[in-house]
């Protein structure tokens, strides 16, 4: 009850203030400098550039997927899997998609390099930004590996890797402002995030899932400005007889 009496009285107060103001005529120049009027400023916000759950269907159009090795280990992509998922249904797993695709939740093949690639998108006034991956790993130790990636080119990329069994489905992210390889992609206006996996020959297992993939931003955003020339009053709430 406190919080929204408060909410009342503050409302009451500025719609007396706005109802002054209106009665004392149109502003001027004169009276913004008079007040100690400020310009609009801008904060650092975070933007959500991708959010991907595969709920809606994979591949999708956030992504490009493809297997740069060919017939090589056979012609396998990431594909949507319900073998197993974080939460809901559908994840992607790397050797379900493809000519030479694997039946669902079996067993990934040797001399796999399947490519999921989502991009390019603007940092170029970002002051950071991370992408961010649910996985579930299967996967030879040191040998076979899932890796998330980024590049500001689109051709050479660097970033983690990890593989072994995960023991449950895990977090795994990339801070573009510090990618291994790459450096400080923040300032680029073009860049793209890989998930990507790749096997050697021998020992196989069930492979790697990702799920909830998430890219974020943190950039500037105005707050709030108001010149009245397009909009007058409608962006805004007086409350003249609030009492």
């Known amino acids: 009850m406190a919080s929204e009496s408060a ?29 100690g009027a400020a310009p609009a400023s801008a904060v650092l916000a975070t933007t959500v550039v991708l959010d991907d759950d595969f709920e809606q ?7 490009d997927v493809f297997d740069p090795m060919g017939i090589v280990g ?8 319900t073998a197993r998922a974080d939460g809901d249904t559908t994840s992607a797993w790397c050797a379900g998609g493809g000519p030479d695709a694997q039946p ?16 390019p998108f603007d940092l170029t006034d970002a002051a950071g930004a991370v992408a961010r991956l649910r996985y579930w790993l299967d996967t030879e130790p040191d040998e076979d590996l899932l890796r998330l990636l980024a ?23 990339l801070d573009l402002a510090d990618v291994p ?60 007889d609030g009492f």
């Open 104 to 119: 669902d939740g079996t067993s990934y093949v040797d001399l796999m390099s399947s490519w999921m690639v989502h991009g």
């Open 181 to 240: 390889g790459e450096g400080d992609l923040t300032g680029s206006p073009e860049v793209w995030v890989a998930i990507v996996f790749t096997s050697g020959a021998g020992v196989v297992g069930e492979g790697a899932y990702v799920d909830r993939v998430r890219i974020e931003r943190l950039g500037p955003s105005e707050l709030f400005a108001d010149d009245f020339e397009s909009a007058g009053l409608s962006n805004w709430s007086a409350v003249i």
């Open 57 to 63: 269907g994979f591949p999708n159009a956030n992504w």
């Open 7 to 35: 909410a009342v009285r503050c409302s009451a107060i500025a719609g007396l203030a706005l109802a002054l103001a209106l009665a004392s005529g149109p502003a001027t120049a004169d009276d913004d400098v008079a007040r």
């Open 151 to 173: 590049s500001n080119d689109g051709f050479f990329f660097g970033g983690v890797e990890v593989s072994g069994t995960s023991g449950g489905w895990q977090d795994l992210s």
């Open 74 to 81: 056979g012609d396998l992509t990431w594909g949507a899997s």
